[in-house]
């Protein structure tokens, strides 16, 4: 989907109200099944924190968070 990884294709990323697999595999620059784990860790956490997820995605705004990006 984005060639490369640049300021720009991050911020229109992260400017996204939801982020999909696909979406985490670019901001981590890491396979699917790096990315699937770290998608698990963060649903967890925030399942924990009583939130309600959709069935394939995470709210951008956790995923920023949880990836430590400085917008």
Known sequence: MYKNNSAKTILEIIS????TTSDL???TNSGK?????LKRQ???QLEQ????????VLPM???VDFLK???
């Open 49 to 56: 924190e009583n939130y309600f997820l959709p069935k394939s």
């Open 42 to 44: 963060l649903k967890d």
């Open 33 to 37: 099944n790096t990315c699937l784990k």
């Open 25 to 27: 595999m670019v901001l």
């Open 69 to 71: 990006i400085n917008i």
């Open 61 to 63: 705004d956790k995923v």
């Open 16 to 19: 996204k109200q939801y982020c």
